[in-house]
């Protein structure tokens, strides 16, 4: 441990402190002890102080202990006599500088001087939920967090891209000398954001505690841990979150002293410059300060040091493909031509076929290319997708269709909405520069396919046709296959079904956590439906996906199955016995933190509120979404409280152990729109056609007794049923 490096964090440490203070002083001076402080939509409080040590700082008063306890964690500078070999001073500052930073953070928000322009600030729980999703099905690889400026815009660039190639998010941000890699890629017109997977959070190094925020916050919802539970929340960061700080240009002692909080969470740092290494493992996987010089090398060293791993797509087209550009837009004046929208007639179809009638990689093209049309110009589009496998089902066929989606969206300049006959697609100016062609669609869904589901598809074979006469035609045979399949699907229950499947892909965040997921309830994440488990164990039959038979079953009307319980016992590392899947009251099923929405029981209402994630206001159960999910999530039973996906709302089974859909009193409009008629065809089931406009939505009642009032008005059916508990 170099001495140099310990000097410079716990001189850091003691300018952070002394910053936070002065900030505190001023603003206790200015607005009182008891005035409220806190981070915009989030249950964690001050997220550092609440997960170290315990704390549920809500008001300036409050937060006075949090910089005594800073203030204890500072030591002397070492000398040649004092300084020992080892972290533990040089640890004891970054969380000193941890805490601080985090004060003067949520003290910018009350003066209102965060998040700053262009900047993300703190990062909510909805993002959290939504990137921990990402990270457990493979979409993203892992995190950078970059400080300072690149020597010129043009490395700044080539290193963001070279994350994004590597499904890596990069939080960019701080400054050297005054300048900051935010201002290198804005020049450059990088678009930024959580779409594209990079993240501005502030322009100086105090932000960079955002990142951080948002990493311990994750040991917290998924890992299940406590508050307060320190060493646990630390590790966690360590064993899970594939994390890692680069810094570009000169360090000074506020960045070593961050830098020192991020090694403490099993964060390494990568520099760019001159700095003395410290190389011993210990605290991090690997190293926990390294250097290196070429930026040509950067990138695949901070790979290597944190120990992510990546997996690089070759696919050959002549633009970039990673999950990093899906979100990438392509606007009106990036774009060079367009299919399907509102514009053309489009449609995408996978099919089955004998495996003589596929040749392999076979793409066939038919029409104008993109070469015969002028800028701004629309064509009709048919993708017609064959595939032959021994061990393909035609129940694979839309779960295979639905990847289109994002499979074309991963390519740089490639825009894609939609899917069936309603999809959207775009190709930019750029791509096609570049010399993208509308065949290479073909191209890309050849290799991903083979790619993904190699382990059912031996041959795939792609035709693409832009001329409008045969996009008609065969739009025909397709739409009659998309009913045939909403038929299918529509006939399958839980009782036709003698296996169920679990889904313990969620563990890596939620170690106790398993969805079990039925034909009649879908995994809460909203990604798994039953053909989707089913497909997945075909193509990895040792994954996160296995069938269980059901076994006796013990409760028709709960929900409760003999070789369900033993699977939920085993799967949960024995701490949960049994669920019963279709009750909230009485052994509900478990939620790890990726839920659509969640179900709230509202006692005074004799029922329950529904809110999806997209909802950031007021509910009758005065919390919101973010505040709610803190006390669901973490893979633990909460009678009452509970996870799910949003089409399990619209089915027969949903909650109907306790009274089902006319249980429900409240829930969003945007999630009645979403549900729209399949919701109207349930309350028409359930005898009750008006039900969905008894059930009130935010723009009746936000609070439990405009919500009562609202009830009594229409006669909701649930002031008539038993009581709830
Ligand atoms: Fe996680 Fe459940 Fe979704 Fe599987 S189905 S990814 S365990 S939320
Ligand atoms: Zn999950």
């Not at 791509?431 to 598809?457: E, P, S, T, W």
């Not at 809110?611 to 509910?619: C, F, K, M, P």
């Amino acid at each position: 441990m170099s001495k140099i490096v310990a000097q410079a964090a716990i001189r850091g440490a003691k300018k952070v402190a002394l910053e936070a203070e002065d900030f505190l002083n001023k603003a206790i001076k200015e607005k009182g002890k008891e005035q409220k402080i806190g981070f915009p939509e989030t249950a964690f409080y001050l997220p550092m102080a609440y997960a170290l040590l315990g704390a549920e700082v809500k008001t300036l008063g409050e937060a006075v202990p949090i910089l005594e306890h800073v203030k204890s964690l500072l030591h002397e500078e070492p000398t040649d006599k004092l300084w020992l070999p080892y972290l533990g001073n040089t640890l004891d500052s970054g969380v000193a500088t941890l805490l601080a930073e985090e004060i003067i953070c949520v003290l910018r928000y009350l003066y209102e001087q965060e998040p700053q322009p262009d900047c993300n600030g703190f990062f909510s729980d909805t993002i959290l939920r939504s990137l921990g999703i990402q990270l457990v099905d493979g979409r993203m690889a892992g995190f950078a967090a970059i400080l300072g400026a690149a020597p010129t815009n043009k490395i700044a660039v080539d290193i963001v891209r070279e994350f994004q190639k590597r499904n890596i998010l990069t939080f960019v941000g701080s400054s050297t000398k005054g300048r900051s890699i935010i201002d290198q890629l804005k020049e450059e017109k990088v678009e930024m954001g959580w779409d594209t997977y990079i993240v501005p959070y502030g322009r100086d190094t105090i932000t960079a505690i955002y990142p951080l925020h948002w990493a311990i916050r994750g040991a917290l919802t998924f890992g299940g841990h406590k508050k307060g539970e320190a060493l646990k929340c630390l590790n966690y960061c360590k064993e899970r979150v594939f994390a890692f700080g680069l810094t570009l240009g000169e360090i000074d002692d506020v960045k070593y002293a961050t830098g020192a909080g991020a090694i403490n969470m099993g964060f390494p740092i990568i520099a760019d410059t001159d700095i003395p290494e410290i190389r011993p493992t210990g605290i991090c996987t690997y190293e926990h300060l390294v250097k290196e010089k070429d930026y040509k090398k950067i990138v695949p060293v901070c790979i290597e040091v944190r120990g992510v791993k990546v997996k690089l797509s070759k696919i050959p087209i002549p633009v970039a493909y990673s999950a990093a550009f899906e979100g990438e837009r392509v606007r009106k004046e990036q774009m060079y031509m367009q299919f399907g929208g509102k514009y053309t007639a489009a449609f995408e179809y996978v099919h089955m076929k004998d495996a003589s009638e596929v040749e392999d990689g076979k793409v066939q093209m038919s029409g104008p290319e993109i070469d015969d049309v002028k800028e701004g110009d629309a064509l009709p589009l048919g993708i017609l997708v064959e595939v032959a496998g021994r061990k393909m089902q035609k129940d694979f066929e839309p779960i295979l269709e639905r990847r289109i989606h994002s499979f074309l969206n991963e390519a740089m300049g490639v825009f894609h909405m939609g899917q069936r006959d309603m999809c959207w697609l775009r190709i930019s100016k750029d791509a096609k520069n570049k010399g993208f062609k509308i065949k290479h669609f073909g191209v890309i869904l050849h290799a991903r396919l083979q790619d993904i589901f190699g382990a059912v598809v031996d041959k795939v074979q792609i035709k693409i046709t832009t001329k409008k006469d045969e996009v008609e035609k065969l739009v025909v045979d397709a739409k009659k296959v998309y009913e045939e399949r909403d038929e299918r699907m529509a006939g399958m229950t839980d009782e036709s079904e003698d296996s169920f499947y679990t889904c313990t892909l969620c563990q890596s965040f939620a170690p106790n956590h398993l969805c079990i997921i039925k034909p009649e309830r879908l995994g809460l994440c909203g990604a798994y439906s039953f053909l989707d488990a089913k497909a997945s164990y075909e193509l990895n039959p040792t994954g996160p996906n296995q069938p269980v038979k059901k076994g006796e079953c013990l409760d028709p009307v709960k929900g409760e199955w003999k070789g369900i319980n033993d699977i939920i016992y085993q799967k949960s590392n024995k701490t949960l016995e049994k669920f019963h899947g279709y009750s909230i009251i009485t052994s509900p099923e478990t939620s790890c933190g990726c839920f659509e929405c969640i179900i709230a029981i509202l006692p005074e209402a004799n029922g329950f509120m529904i809110v999806n994630r997209e909802y950031a206001g007021e509910t009758p159960c005065g919390m919101n979404f973010s505040t709610l999910a803190g006390s669901v999530g973490g893979g633990a039973q909460t009678p009452g409280f509970m996870g799910v996906g949003r089409l399990y709302i619209a089915s027969k089974k949903f909650i109907s152990a306790d009274g089902g859909l006319k249980r429900v009193v409240w829930m969003t409009k945007e999630l009645k729109e979403v549900l729209g008629d399949k919701l109207k065809k349930r309350c028409e089931e359930e005898g009750d056609p008006d039900l969905i406009n008894k059930i009130a939505d935010e723009t009746v009642a936000t609070t439990s007794d405009q919500l009562m009032a609202h009830l009594q008005k229409v006669n909701h059916p649930a002031l008539q049923l038993e009581a709830v508990m």
